[in-house]
Nanobody, 120 residues
Framework: QVQPVESGGGLVQAGGSLSLSCAAS?????MGWFRQAPGKEREFVAT????????IYADSVKGRFTISRDSVKNTVYLQMNNLKPEDTAVYYC????????????????WGQGTQVTVST
């Protein structure tokens, strides 16, 4: 059983940085970050293969966000730099068996989410 638990959200000014963490108990294969802004559908942000370290990013965050994992701590991180107001959303961590892919429905285990708010 995998139960992701996110932490690290908060309020930051545009251009600033935040780092999110996701602790996932149990065996993990691929971990992804998704986000949902008010009034919008949940969307893919980034994912990483636990064994391979292979990463995939949404175009909207490429070059600004970095996903990484610590296999000893069983934790995945999302470093967010040069944040924009449009990055404001609830960020969710999710886990899936198999390799990293962008398809949200493939992720079986979800955290409760953490709020990220970027002010102008």
């Amino acid at each position: 059983q995998v139960q992701p638990v996110e932490s690290g959200g908060g309020l930051v000014q545009a251009g600033g940085s935040l780092s999110l963490s996701c602790a996932a108990s149990g065996r993990t294969f691929s971990m992804g970050w998704f986000r949902q802004a008010p009034g919008k559908e949940r969307e893919f942000v980034a994912t990483i293969g636990w064994s391979s370290g292979h990463t995939i990013y949404a175009d909207s965050v490429k070059g600004r966000f970095t996903i990484s994992r610590d296999s000893v701590k069983n934790t995945v991180y999302l470093q967010m730099n040069n944040l924009k107001p449009e990055d404001t959303a609830v960020y969710y961590c999710a886990a899936k068996r198999g390799g990293p892919i962008v398809t949200m429905t493939a992720y079986e285990y979800w955290g409760q989410g953490t709020q990220v708010t970027v002010s102008t």
